[in-house]
């Protein structure tokens, strides 16, 4: 029944609230990214494709031999897998920046985990630990630790010991000869530099020997460097047992059941203690992993947080740059929104990127939050009218909302409300609610739009500086608030989705998905292009094998056909195949174009090199110093930079590009040429088995029919695994390029001269400038030229290596699957198995070709999809290309105008540039 009752009292509303069921944002139902993975027709054809699969499953389960060592239990097995595809690559998003940026509180707003990972408040050198956030699916938290080996401890120790005494060196010279006008005097940013990695030095050798230096003070001050070194690595030793014996194949696991035992576990191995006895961990760590669910992660994506470039232990720079260039497929630069413009973190991660030619790097900008109408109203001229109209809005609503509280108080004043008043008391409480929702709806607004348009701001900006590292496509920025996402993550669904939105990280974690959506997607059309095709062939290859009474000429006739298919085979794997010998041909190429020329201008380039080197000697002591500490590149205040690798080596560099380009143009004709080859191959035998089928008996035509489609299906198979193989090593090649070219510590012309920089860092006191000098000279006068050739052929070898190993991998891998298939037409046993149960066997034929109609259906709409989405995609550039064309027109008009129009018609300008502004503004809004 209804019945109508009074409008409820102010207690009763809040009685009624309470018991409704409070719904909160859920991060699993956000909007997936614009990719053909996530479209639901593609979803669709999965799921029905391994719904298929567990069909065949099932009738495959129904017989006897599926348990034992049988062929029809090996297409069990096949069928089982299928059945339970699920995509397996990951891809990895670094996010890499100075303490103290938000990073820490950004990681916890992706994996929507609040207070998880944490940062030291001191921000010191403890923060710079290198994790990595992988998906696991229990609900628990896992923290894995790999530590540094006893090497590169000692690596570190010997940066560290140079730095804190070139500091002390310094402080002394710098007393004794400080007058204005000096070079001392005005080489001040030297001075700074020092002191902070002395203090790094110090910080760090506190951490892990608190206990041992207040016992002996001498070890960083007067014991020589060597006996020093030779001391903390004894100590070191000693802490083995403490630390999981330093050995990163150990692998400490630990597990935790909640969020803040893990965090508080993470912020103990991250900081530092107040315990004299107790050493820290953090200097031996080389790197966290966290395992735990979280949705994000479920995608098959990898978070890594890095420490920035300006990071002043060179050991976590090294492994930032490594992540940057060989691991991450997506980077972040990581900086506070009112200086990311000109962060010099920012800066130094894009100017990697450049180096590297690596255009998968963006910029994140947080506590977007941080932006006020009133000040901005200054800023922007443009936005004053819109911005002083929404003030004025809401001071309007600020005063009705006032009334309606006074009038409310007045009837409070007054005591028990009478029965005839309830009505109108409810409706005045109902305007007050009314008012103040649209009070907060008016500032919400207000907010979006100024954080909106600095977004904008920011992100045009951002563009405009970094315009030489863009992709085409452009710069990726974001700006985001962690803020404002914390503020509301906890409130229902319905106040909260809008500030969520506005905080950018749904946005933020949508693109992160995005880039393994590709991944995924390329493994998911194999899965239904090639893999289930192949097993569905080699399922009516069993069919056939058993149909039909054969006499001796019938079987004998397949026989020779299937040896035919197998000898021709086997000419792709021989010695002589230009297939297994494509390793040894680009390995011999690589010889003949870039290694044998590096041999006949070695002489030539080593004396640029030590030409270069004789530059460097008139440079002032600590400017000379504190390039040798940089590993040979540093720039100072006043933006004069200095890069010896890069100098060393620039006319090599220069001379060997022509070569890298031959050798490209080599590989590319090698992978073309053995494509081909497959394709060729296949091609003859299908041609072969069809006619040898044609105008025989069923009992003949069928099983080779069955056969040449088989084949047909592992010739993509074989052709896509050899294009993968290739092209992997195209990116390795690439990356051996770059390795021998470019001037950063990673680089091998880094390496060659890192144990130089280190021993004349290590040098200090009287005649210190000259001994050093001496040690850069004799690197750089040495066999510089030719230790950088022979470890360029190394590597390159090593890689030959590997690319031969996966080509012979692969086709023994197809290979045998096409022998078992070869064998189920030839071999007795296979033929009787088939045989013995026509029933099974009619069973089988039978949902194999139901599922046979089914897949085929999938498989048109998959095509059909893909089809599509390609041609959206050609729309879509010519669209953005025809649309840049026209703002460029626009652009070079309106600067022409204004140009013109300047002295004389300014507000008219003024009013132009606005219509401009808000247009570009709508259209960075809509994206």
Same mark, same amino acid.
């Given at each position: ?592 174009? =870039? ?234 046993? =296979? ?97």
């Amino acid at each position: 029944m209804n019945h109508e009752s009074p409008s409820p009292s102010p207690s009763r509303n809040r009685r009624s609230a309470s018991a409704t069921p409070r719904v909160l944002y859920k991060v699993d139902e956000e909007e997936p990214p614009q990719s053909l993975y996530y479209r639901h027709d593609i979803q669709s054809a999965i799921k029905e494709t391994k719904k298929a699969m567990r069909q065949m499953v099932d009738v495959l389960s129904s017989s006897d031999s599926a348990l034992q060592g049988s062929s029809i239990r090996g297409l069990h097995e096949q069928a089982v897998t299928l059945s339970k595809f699920e995509p397996q690559s990951t891809r990895i998003v670094g996010l890499v920046g100075d303490s103290g940026v938000g990073k820490s509180s950004l990681i916890n707003s992706l994996l929507d985990k609040k207070g998880l990972a944490t940062t030291n408040g001191s921000g010191r050198a403890c923060t710079c630990v290198v994790t990595e956030y992988h998906y696991h699916q229990e609900d628990s938290f896992v923290i894995g630790i790999e530590y540094f080996t006893l090497h590169e401890l000692r690596e570190q120790f010997e940066e560290l010991l140079a730095a804190y005494r070139d500091r002390q060196t310094e402080t002394a010279s710098t007393t004794a000869a400080k007058r204005p006008g000096s070079e001392n005097h005005h080489d001040s940013e030297n001075c700074k530099d020092l002191k902070r990695k002395a203090d790094l030095a110090l910080d760090t050798f506190e951490a892990c020997f608190k206990h041992n230096l207040a016992q002996n003070p001498e070890v960083l001050g007067q014991m020589s460097s060597r006996d020093a070194l030779n001391m903390l690595m004894e100590w070191a030793n000693e802490m083995i047992p403490l630390q999981g014996q330093l050995n990163p194949d150990i692998g400490l696991r630990e597990t935790f059941h909640g969020v803040k035992e893990c965090s508080e576990r993470f912020r103990i191995l991250t900081s530092e203690t107040e315990e004299l006895s107790r050493a820290c961990r953090w200097p031996f760590i080389k790197k966290i992993q966290v395992h735990l669910k979280a949705n994000i992660l479920s995608k098959g994506l990898i978070i890594a947080d890095l420490p920035g470039l300006r990071d002043r232990n060179l050991a976590r720079v090294k492994i930032t740059e490594t992540y940057v260039r060989d691991i991450c497929h997506q980077v972040f630069a990581v900086a506070e929104i009112g200086r990311a413009i000109t962060d010099l973190s920012v800066k130094e991660i894009l100017e990697l990127a450049r180096k590297t030619s690596r255009h998968n790097v963006g910029i994140i900008c947080t506590h977007s939050e941080d932006v006020h109408a009133s000040e901005q109203r200054n800023n922007w001229p443009k936005e004053r009218e819109s911005i002083d109209s929404m003030l004025s809005e809401i001071r309007h609503a600020k005063e009705t909302e006032q009334e309606l509280s006074d009038e409310k108080a007045n009837w409070d004043a007054q005591g028990e409300i009478l029965q005839e008043d309830l009505s109108i008391y409810s409706t005045l409480i109902i305007k007050r609610e009314k008012a103040r929702q649209a009070k907060e709806a008016l500032e919400f607004n207000l907010r979006k739009h100024i954080i909106t348009v600095r977004n904008h701001e920011v992100s045009k900006g951002l563009k405009a500086a970094y315009q030489d590292v863009s992709h085409e496509r452009g710069l990726k920025s974001f700006c985001i608030s962690n803020t404002l996402y914390w503020e509301n993550r906890e409130k229902p669904v319905n106040t909260s989705t809008p500030f969520l939105q506005l905080s950018g990280i749904p946005r933020l974690r949508q693109y992160c998905t995005s880039i393994v959506a590709e991944s995924h997607l390329h493994e998911s059309l194999q899965y239904m292009e090639n893999q289930v095709p192949v097993f569905l062939a080699s399922t009516q290859l069993w069919v056939d094998a058993g149909s039909g009474n054969r006499n001796a000429e019938v079987k004998q006739q397949i026989v020779d056909t299937v040896s035919t298919v197998e000898q021709r085979l086997e000419k792709l794997t021989s010695p002589v195949s230009d297939l297994t010998s494509v390793a040894e041909v680009l390995r011999t190429g690589f010889y003949e174009v =870039v290694v044998s020329y590096m041999e006949s201008r070695k002489h030539q380039w080593t004396k640029d090199a030590e030409r270069a080197s004789r530059g460097w000697e008139s440079l002032y002591h600590s400017t000379y110093a504190t390039i040798c500490r940089n590993y040979g590149n540093f720039t100072n205040r006043k933006r004069v930079s200095y890069n010896w690798n890069e100098e060393a080596t620039k006319s090599m560099n220069k001379q060997l590009s022509a070569k890298w380009e031959a050798f490209q143009e080599i590989l590319q004709n090698e992978r073309s040429h053995n494509i081909t080859l497959i394709k060729d191959t296949f091609d003859a035998i299908d041609k072969m088995v069809k006619v040898a089928g044609e105008g025989s008996h069923p009992s003949v035509r069928e099983p080779l029919f069955a056969l040449a489609s088989l084949l047909c299906q592992r010739k993509w198979i074989i052709s896509d695994q050899i294009k993968k193989i290739l092209d992997e090593f195209s990116d390795q090649v690439q990356r051996i390029k770059e390795d021998a070219t470019l001037p950063v510590r990673t680089s091998i012309i880094g390496q060659l001269l890192e144990s130089f920089y280190c021993s004349a860092s290590l040098e200090s006191g009287n005649g210190g400038h000259q001994i050093r000098k001496s040690i850069i000279k004799s690197a750089f006068v040495s066999e510089l030229i030719e230790e950088h050739r022979e470890v360029l052929y190394s590597w390159f070898c090593d890689a030959i290596k590997r690319l031969h190993k996966s080509i012979k991998a692969a086709l023994n891998e197809q290979l045998g699957l096409i022998r078992a298939d070869l064998n189920t037409l030839r071999d007795d046993n =296979v033929i009787e198995e088939s045989e013995r149960d026509p029933e099974f066997r009619r069973r089988l034929e039978s949902k194999k070709e139901k599922v046979k109609k089914k897949f085929y259906g999938i498989r048109r709409v998959v095509d059909e999809a893909v089809k599509g989405t390609s041609d959206e995609r050609k729309q879509s550039d010519k669209s953005s290309e025809s649309e840049e064309s026209k703002q460029s027109d626009k652009s070079n008009e309106s600067e022409e105008s204004d140009e013109s129009e300047e002295s004389d018609e300014g507000e008219e300008s003024d009013e132009s540039e606005e219509s401009d502004e808000s247009e570009e503004s709508d259209v960075s809004m809509d994206g």
